[in-house]
C-alpha cells in the first residue's frame, strides 16, 4: 500500500465512521483488506478505493472492511476501578436524583459485541435499593456482525477474563467447549440497535440518557470527530447526567459544556443539572 492509497482509504474510513486510519496501522490493513482485494479481483488499493467510493456494491465491502479494520475488543467487567466509581459514587446520587422517577435510562455508545451493556446490567441488578426501577439499558454499534453477537450473548473464554469463578456461576449458564450464554435476567434490561455515531439525525432522535458510556471508541477518532461526537452526547444526556470515557480518553484537549467532575477513583463529565 503506497502513502496515496493510505490517505485514499484514510479519507474513506474517517468520512465513514470516525476511523482515523493511521500511518502505523498501514500494514495490519494491508494484511487485512488483502484478501478482499484478491477476492474482488482488484488490482491495487486504489482500485479498492475506487470501489468502496463507486461500485453499486462499494457500501456493503465498506462495511465488511470497517469491521475488518476498527478493532471490537471488549470484555466483561472491563475496567473495574471505573465500574467500581459507577457502583459506589455515582449510583447513590442517582438513585437520590431519580428517586421519584424510579427509571434510569443508560446508553454503552460502541458496545460491541454486548459485553458492557450486559455488565452494567449486571451491576445494577445486584443494588438492592434499585429493586423495582425501569432500568432500560441500550447498547449501539456501527458493526452489525458485533451486534449479532451481542443479541446471542454467548460468550468464550477471553469475553471472561476478568470475570471471577463466583460471577461466572452467578451470571451464566454453562455451554460446550468452555462457552458460556447470559442468564436472560440479566439481558432483559439491555437491548441494541445499529448506529453510527457520526450520523447526527440518528444520535438526535435517541431519548435523553441519565448515564452513557462511551470506552474505548473516541480513541479511533481525530479530535474534530471527537468534539462532534461528544457534544451529541451533552445533547443527550438529561440536566446532571454523566458521561464516562475509557481510561485512555478524555476531554482535556478541548472545552466542551461538560462538568468535569473527580470522584475517587476516576474523572467522569457531567452535564450541569440538580
Ligand atoms: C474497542 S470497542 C469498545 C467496546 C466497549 N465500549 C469496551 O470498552 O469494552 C470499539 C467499538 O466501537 C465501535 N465503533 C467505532 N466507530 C464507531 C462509530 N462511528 N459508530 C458506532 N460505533 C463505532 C466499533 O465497531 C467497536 O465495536
Given at each position: ?44 488499493f ?23 479494520l ?144 462511551c ?60
Amino acid at each position: 500500500m503506497s502513502a496515496e492509497e493510505l490517505h485514499l482509504l484514510r479519507d474513506i474510513f474517517s468520512r465513514a465512521c470516525g476511523f482515523m486510519l493511521r500511518e502505523d496501522l498501514k500494514f495490519i490493513a494491508e494484511r487485512r483488506l488483502a484478501p478482499r482485494l484478491e477476492l474482488l479481483s482488484l488490482r491495487d488499493f486504489t482500485a479498492y478505493a475506487r470501489y468502496l467510493r463507486f461500485d453499486a456494491r462499494g457500501a456493503d465491502e465498506l462495511e465488511t472492511a470497517i469491521d475488518l479494520l476498527v478493532p471490537h475488543e471488549t470484555y466483561f467487567f472491563r475496567e473495574p476501578v471505573q465500574l467500581r466509581c459507577f457502583e459506589n459514587e455515582l449510583m447513590p446520587k442517582i438513585l437520590e436524583r431519580k428517586e421519584r422517577i424510579r427509571s434510569l435510562h443508560v446508553w454503552s455508545a460502541g458496545c460491541s459485541t454486548g459485553e458492557e451493556p450486559y455488565t452494567l446490567s449486571m451491576l445494577l441488578s445486584a443494588m438492592p435499593s434499585f429493586d423495582g426501577w425501569d432500568l432500560d439499558i441500550l447498547g449501539t454499534d456501527l458493526s452489525r456482525k458485533a451486534l449479532g453477537t451481542a443479541r446471542k450473548a454467548e460468550y468464550g473464554p477471553m469475553a471472561l477474563r476478568a470475570t471471577t469463578p463466583e460471577q461466572q456461576a452467578k451470571y451464566f449458564e454453562k455451554l460446550e467447549g468452555g462457552r458460556v450464554r447470559l442468564l436472560q435476567k440479566y439481558r432483559e434490561s439491555v437491548r441494541f440497535g445499529q448506529l453510527n455515531l457520526l450520523d447526527l439525525a440518528a444520535v438526535s432522535v435517541l431519548p435523553r440518557f441519565d448515564v452513557i458510556f462511551c470506552r474505548n471508541v473516541l480513541i479511533y477518532f481525530d479530535q474534530a470527530t471527537r468534539r462532534r461526537v461528544v457534544e451529541q452526547f451533552f445533547d443527550r444526556l438529561t440536566d446532571g447526567g454523566h458521561l464516562l470515557l475509557g481510561h485512555s480518553e478524555n476531554l482535556l484537549q478541548f472545552s466542551t459544556r461538560f462538568e468535569l467532575v473527580q470522584l475517587e477513583g476516576d474523572l467522569v463529565y457531567r452535564r450541569p443539572g440538580p
